[in-house]
């Protein structure tokens, strides 16, 4: 089946830094959706892509669609301790009956000791 | 305010027990799914229903079964629960199966399993 690799797996961050996460595919995504996940509740949606090459920003999160269709990046300008959780790729196919995300293993963000 | 609901939020039940897990939302949303989150794994497909009265098996849906009440409530049955179902478990929605604009999520039910 189609998975995600994304990476890196963990990572610490001092306020202020800019923070990069990526996601990669074997297979070609319609959309990507990036989400994040507080301790103790469930993901919530931060950006969705719909085109090859768009890059949108929420905030101080801005996000692009690969030109390949196979990947997708998060960057975060600028972090401050509320961005540590953890955060999720997934990639969906929409169209038909059968609506399916495909989550990528999580990249989980720390306060640096 | 509006989203998806689970309950109950935690759970501890000994090897061969049952239990249902619920989940309700209140978007009109057409497509509901059942996730389990494990360490390491992220968000694994355990079942979904594209819309009411149907259902689907997802990634994982050994030892589990699913119904879809109404259009608001979607279910998830442990028969017979086993050490390796302890994990977190997420109720979603979408207007539709394959819905652009992805899910929302409940905040997750914990369930230890000894």
């Known amino acids: 089946g189609q998975q995600l690799n994304q990476s890196p797996q963990s990572m610490f961050i001092q306020e202020g830094e800019d923070v990069s996460m990526n996601c990669t595919s074997s297979?070609?995504?319609?959309?990507w959706l990036w989400y994040k996940q507080d301790p103790g509740e469930g993901p919530v949606l931060l950006i969705a892509?719909?085109?090859?090459?768009e890059l949108t920003s929420n905030g101080r999160l801005t996000a692009q669609f690969g030109i390949t269709r196979k990947d997708s990046f998060l960057n975060i300008s600028a972090s401050i301790p509320s961005d540590v959780g953890i955060y999720f790729c997934a990639g969906m196919n929409y169209g038909g009956s059968q609506g399916n995300l495909i989550f990528g293993k999580g990249t989980k963000l720390s306060v640096k000791p | 305010n509006a989203g998806v609901t689970q309950t109950p939020k935690f759970q501890v039940l000994k090897t061969g027990q049952s239990m249902t897990l619920q989940c309700a939302q209140d978007?009109?949303?057409?497509?509901m799914y059942w996730y389990r989150q494990d360490p390491g794994m992220g968000l694994r497909l355990i079942y979904y229903s594209a819309s009411e009265g149907t259902t689907d098996k997802g990634e994982v849906p050994n030892g589990y079964n699913v119904s879809r009440l109404n259009k608001r409530e979607f279910s998830l049955r442990l028969e017979s629960a086993a050490p390796s179902q302890t994990s977190v478990y997420f109720c979603?929605?979408?207007?539709?199966?394959?819905?652009?604009?992805?899910?929302?999520f409940g905040s997750g039910t914990r369930l230890t399993v000894v």
């Open positions: 979603a929605s979408s207007p539709r199966g394959g819905d652009l604009y992805g899910y929302t």
């Open positions: 978007m009109n949303h057409n497509s």
């Open positions: 297979s070609i995504f319609n959309t």
């Open positions: 892509l719909y085109k090859a090459g």
